[in-house]
């Protein structure tokens, strides 16, 4: 039971970022001290992790004693903070009464048994047993994090970080019971993250509630929260990197390097959970770029220092294991080839675009149809084989079909949703 010792670092952390918080809304400042604390508490998961293994020192050992003093340390430090009393929470909580009902409701009926599934039951996807599991084992076996001869190289070069919070479970625990729950815990925070998003775009509480509802019921957000697979957490240092970086070009004043540092730890933190993040983040980061030199000209090049320095610093590690192994930082080019489309032509693009769109189509019965249009539409059309060997991952036969598994599964309501918005808009510009 000692990987309670977490949990009571989270929560302490959670009263100490409330106690600092500028916000003047209590949700708000609730929800944002929330997603300050799980940043506060990746640095704490991080920095140790990579100091014991220079030195050979990971280990159950190890881990209890700094946990047992960042604890202490942080009570500590609670102890000369004052808190808001608690007659001032209940006060503000009573002004969303029906709000806090449908929450209840989520809470009880999707939330609780999604945690209750993430933690009585190891995870078993084909993923999990491939590579993130095997590379704590590794890891715990030789007390650092250094390359390892493996049959799988997944294990050594795809991005380590969210293992990095399993291998402290792992070594508290000595149980794979816990494990599951780092990807629970990041589904929790990007919902709270969606909702500050709303909220940052003019929604009420009523529309931020929605938002909440439609994230979590996200089909692939679902299954992932219950496994070892590092989406979830991926997906959680991005939104954190979006959410601080808008709120860092909304604000003047000293909060703003506040919310650029938080923002580059999401950033720096998100690169090393999974390269895709770098995708989605470039054309965010531009625009973050053009709003500091538009709004604090030559002075704006801190805020580019701090980004390129945690991409840095939490990247250089492991960017170094890559190259002393291979001479490159991204590790073995095979690995890479493996996921990576040999052409970029038009049809190729035409096709994934299609195949995707299709995948998310899929329904419980009546998908030959669908089926033969797009093989017809590959044949006739583009003239390619919807299962080209150099754009498809390991080119199984094309056959779009609906499935409830954490690596395939599709999205009907949300692609007829997407399409419906964009028609609005296009017709409502």
Same mark, same amino acid.
Request: charged share 10%.
């Given at each position: 039971?000692?990987?309670?010792?977490?949990?009571l670092?989270?929560?302490?952390?959670?009263?100490?970022?409330?106690?600092?918080?500028?916000?003047?809304?209590?949700?708000?400042?609730?929800?944002?001290? #929330? =997603?300050?604390?799980? +940043?506060? @508490?990746?640095? &704490?998961?991080?920095? /140790?992790?990579?100091?014991? $293994?220079?030195?050979?020192?990971?280990?159950?050992?190890?881990?209890?004693f700094?946990?047992?003093?960042?604890?202490?340390?942080l009570?500590?430090?609670?102890?000369?903070?004052?808190?808001?009393?608690?007659?001032?929470?209940?006060?503000i909580?009573?002004?969303?009464?029906?709000?806090?009902?449908?929450?209840?409701?989520?809470?009880? #009926? =999707?939330?609780?048994? +999604?945690? @209750?599934?993430? &933690?009585?039951?190891? /995870?078993?996807?084909?993923? $999990?047993?491939?590579?993130?599991?095997?590379?704590?084992?590794?890891?715990?076996?030789?007390?650092?994090?250094?390359?390892?001869?493996?049959?799988?190289?997944?294990?050594?070069?795809?991005?380590?970080?969210?293992?990095?919070?399993?291998?402290?479970?792992?070594?508290?625990?000595?149980?794979?019971?816990?494990?599951?729950?780092?990807? #629970?815990?990041?589904?929790?925070?990007?919902?709270?993250?969606?909702?500050?998003l709303?909220?940052m775009?003019?929604?009420?509480?009523?529309?931020?509630?929605?938002?909440?509802?439609?994230?979590?019921?996200?089909?692939?957000?679902?299954?992932?929260?219950?496994?070892?697979?590092?989406?979830y957490?991926?997906t959680?240092?991005?939104?954190?990197?979006l959410?601080?970086?808008?709120?860092?070009?909304?604000?003047?004043?000293?909060?703003?390097?506040?919310?650029?540092?938080?923002?580059?730890?999401?950033?720096?933190?998100?690169?090393?959970?999974?390269?895709?993040?770098?995708i989605?983040?470039?054309?965010?980061?531009?625009?973050?770029?053009?709003?500091?030199?538009r709004?604090?000209?030559?002075?704006?090049?801190?805020?580019?220092?701090?980004?390129v320095?945690?991409?840095?610093?939490?990247?250089?590690?492991?960017?170094?294991?890559?190259?002393s192994?291979?001479?490159?930082?991204?590790?073995?080019?095979?690995?890479?080839?493996?996921?990576?489309n040999?052409?970029?032509?038009?049809?190729?693009?035409?096709?994934?675009?299609?195949?995707?769109?299709?995948?998310?189509?899929a329904?419980?019965?009546?998908?030959?149809?669908?089926?033969?249009?797009?093989?017809?539409?590959?044949e006739?059309?583009?003239?390619?084989?919807?299962?080209?060997?150099?754009i498809?991952?390991?080119a199984?036969?094309?056959?779009?079909?609906?499935?409830?598994?954490?690596?395939?599964?599709?999205?009907?309501?949300?692609?007829?949703?997407?399409?419906?918005?964009?028609?609005?808009?296009?017709?409502?510009?």
């Amino acid at each position: 039971m000692l990987v309670i010792l977490l949990l009571l670092n989270i929560v302490f952390l959670n009263f100490y970022c409330f106690s600092i918080e500028s916000e003047e809304d209590f949700l708000t400042k609730i929800r944002t001290s #929330f =997603i300050k604390s799980i +940043l506060i @508490f990746s640095l &704490l998961v991080f920095f /140790p992790t990579e100091i014991l $293994s220079f030195f050979n020192g990971i280990n159950s050992s190890n881990i209890v004693f700094y946990w047992s003093a960042a604890l202490l340390f942080l009570i500590t430090l609670l102890l000369f903070k004052r808190t808001p009393t608690l007659e001032k929470k209940i006060t503000i909580s009573k002004q969303y009464k029906n709000e806090i009902y449908i929450l209840g409701f989520a809470l009880i #009926f =999707i939330i609780l048994p +999604l945690f @209750f599934i993430a &933690l009585f039951y190891p /995870p078993n996807n084909a993923d $999990s047993m491939g590579y993130h599991l095997p590379r704590v084992m590794h890891w715990i076996q030789n007390k650092n994090l250094n390359h390892y001869i493996t049959s799988d190289a997944r294990q050594l070069f795809y991005q380590p970080f969210a293992e990095h919070f399993i291998l402290h479970i792992k070594l508290l625990s000595a149980s794979d019971l816990w494990v599951n729950l780092v990807q #629970f815990f990041a589904m929790v925070g990007s919902v709270v993250i969606v909702t500050l998003l709303a909220r940052m775009f003019g929604l009420n509480y009523r529309y931020q509630l929605l938002s909440a509802l439609l994230a979590l019921s996200i089909p692939m957000g679902i299954l992932q929260s219950t496994t070892t697979q590092n989406d979830y957490v991926a997906t959680f240092f991005f939104l954190a990197f979006l959410f601080f970086g808008l709120r860092a070009i909304k604000k003047n004043g000293t909060t703003v390097f506040s919310d650029v540092f938080f923002s580059s730890i999401a950033l720096g933190l998100g690169f090393l959970t999974k390269a895709t993040c770098a995708i989605f983040a470039f054309p965010f980061a531009l625009y973050f770029a053009y709003v500091f030199l538009r709004d604090y000209g030559f002075k704006a090049w801190k805020f580019g220092v701090i980004y390129v320095f945690s991409i840095l610093i939490f990247n250089f590690s492991f960017w170094a294991r890559n190259y002393s192994l291979t001479g490159n930082i991204l590790g073995e080019k095979a690995v890479v080839n493996m996921t990576e489309n040999d052409y970029i032509t038009i049809p190729f693009f035409v096709s994934n675009v299609v195949r995707n769109i299709a995948t998310h189509l899929a329904l419980p019965l009546g998908n030959r149809l669908m089926n033969k249009s797009v093989i017809v539409f590959h044949e006739k059309v583009l003239k390619i084989s919807p299962q080209e060997k150099a754009i498809t991952f390991c080119a199984p036969q094309y056959e779009p079909f609906f499935a409830i598994n954490e690596d395939v599964a599709g999205n009907f309501f949300f692609l007829f949703l997407l399409f419906f918005l964009i028609t609005y808009f296009l017709f409502n510009f």
